[in-house]
Nanobody, 122 residues
Framework: QVQLVESGGGLVQPGGSLRLSCAAS????????MGWYRQAPGTERELVGV???????DYADSVKGRFTISRDNAKNTVSLQMYSLEPEDTAVYYC????????????????WGQGTLVTVSS
């Protein structure tokens, strides 16, 4: 079983920066993909960025060049560094982790964080 704790959300002005962090804890065989999603009011949750255990990344087109996702496998954490923030980036950001359970190493499960609010406004 894996639990996620998110931090780093808040209010920032357009053009500013913010860093989100997510820490995974519990019991598991391995953590596979780690990522960040976001959801604005009236919209579906969308992928922001994802990173594999080996470091391969993928981003939404809207954030490429502005956001950077990274992970620390020793600490089981994933971070999202956001630069040049725009009002359109305002949303609740959710950490997502795919992992293989202890004793069930060929299975893949998924867990979500509670979400942290990012507001970009003047």
């Amino acid at each position: 079983q894996v639990q996620l704790v998110e931090s780093g959300g808040g209010l920032v002005q357009p053009g500013g920066s913010l860093r989100l962090s997510c820490a995974a804890s519990g019991t598991f065989f391995s953590i596979n993909d780690m990522g960040w999603y976001r959801q604005a009011p009236g919209t579906e949750r969308e992928l922001v960025g994802v990173i594999t255990r080996s470091g391969t990344t993928d981003y939404a087109d809207s954030v490429k060049g502005r956001f950077t996702i990274s992970r620390d496998n020793a600490k089981n954490t994933v971070s999202l560094q956001m630069y040049s923030l725009e009002p359109e980036d305002t949303a609740v950001y959710y950490c997502n982790v795919k992992y293989s359970p202890q004793f069930y190493v060929y299975n893949t499960r998924e867990v979500w964080g509670q979400g942290t609010l990012v507001t970009v406004s003047s």
